[in-house]
């Protein structure tokens, strides 16, 4: 490991500690796993009492190494209003601690252990959505190929302005950060072709079958294009799919106009009436899928 990568490894981590969201409303639980380290998450139940919930498994953004579940709390519990679900807001391990891919396994094994709880939980496993945000949307998109390949397809993806494309990491990042994020993202040589990395690399099989995609995207930010290749791709093989542009929405708009994100460029009034215009999408995008699947 470079001195570079060490320095930089430190400095994530005492950022990360600062930015725990203190006594959040969501219900922290650890969700056991067979031989490995439980999954951190959040819980958040709607007020409204008919069962079973459709359920939302909230993954946060961050560059894959920065946040905290805990950041998403008050925008988890409006969305289990607004779409009338059960929320698991998974704080996952972050790159600086286990390479990938390590994150997307405990997301896949998340949702796994919830299905197989389902009736405890009052939840319908038949109404199962992964919903992520930047990082937080490439980790959605290559734990649903995981789940799929486990023979669970879950009844939604909502992908957030999404990185899916490790190949294009220089394209986006630039060609200084990219070398650095090379050693911290893969260190043990893995692929970064592997669909399970990059999910846009996923072939036609692996694809076909999925059931509904509800893209967000922005359109200053050049992930829309991943975006709209992946959407393409999905097309293609007759996945149903929803997408929306927000053209002056910024990066990161959903999840920073929330009272526990701190002061920043993108969190300002335009940008929060844009955040909440973009829940009320995804939450009226969910609710007819789910319907549809009752």
């Given at each position: 490991m470079s001195l570079k990568l060490t320095f930089i490894k430190y400095a994530v981590r005492r950022k990360r500690k600062k930015e725990v969201w203190k006594n959040p409303v969501g219900q922290r639980f650890v969700v056991p796993r067979d031989g490995k380290k439980g999954v951190d998450v959040l819980l958040y139940r709607?007020?409204?009492?008919?069962?079973?919930?459709?359920?939302?498994?909230?993954?946060?953004?961050?560059?894959?190494?920065?946040?905290?579940?805990?950041?998403?709390?008050?925008?988890?519990?409006?969305?289990?209003?607004?779409?009338?679900?059960?929320?698991?807001?998974?704080?996952?391990?972050?790159?600086?601690?286990?390479?990938?891919?390590?994150?997307?396994?405990?997301?896949?094994?998340?949702?796994?252990?919830?299905?197989?709880?389902?009736?405890?939980?009052?939840?319908?496993?038949?109404?199962?959505?992964?919903?992520?945000?930047?990082?937080?949307?490439?980790?959605?998109?290559?734990?649903?190929?995981?789940?799929?390949?486990?023979?669970?397809?879950?009844?939604?993806?909502?992908?957030?302005?999404p990185f899916l494309d490790f190949a294009e990491m220089g394209c986006i990042m630039g060609d200084d950060s990219s070398s650095i994020m090379e050693e911290f993202f893969f260190p043990d040589g893995v692929d970064k072709r592997d669909p399970h990395i990059s999910p846009i690399m996923a072939a036609e099989e692996q694809l076909k079958g999925m059931k509904n995609v509800v893209f967000v995207t922005c359109k200053a930010d050049p992930l829309h294009l991943q975006a709209e290749r992946y959407r393409d791709k999905l097309l293609a093989v007759g996945v149903k799919v929803s997408y929306r542009m927000y053209d002056d929405a910024l990066h990161g708009f959903l999840e920073v106009n929330h009272k526990e994100y701190p002061p920043q460029e993108g969190k300002n009034p335009v940008q929060e009436r844009l955040a909440k215009e973009a829940e009320d999408y995804i939450a009226a995008e969910l609710k007819q899928i789910w319907g549809d699947e009752r």
């Open positions: 709607p007020k409204q009492t008919e069962k079973p919930w459709p359920v939302i498994f909230n993954i946060h953004g961050g560059a894959w190494v920065g946040c905290d579940a805990s950041q998403m709390d008050s925008y988890c519990q409006d969305m289990a209003e607004k779409c009338g679900a059960f929320i698991v807001n998974i704080n996952y391990t972050k790159l600086d601690i286990r390479p990938f891919p390590y994150p997307q396994k405990e997301i896949r094994d998340t949702a796994l252990w919830f299905r197989d709880h389902a009736e405890e939980y009052g939840i319908d496993p038949e109404r199962f959505a992964l919903m992520g945000y930047s990082a937080g949307g490439h980790l959605a998109a290559a734990s649903a190929l995981m789940l799929k390949e486990r023979g669970f397809n879950v009844s939604a993806q909502v992908l957030c302005y």
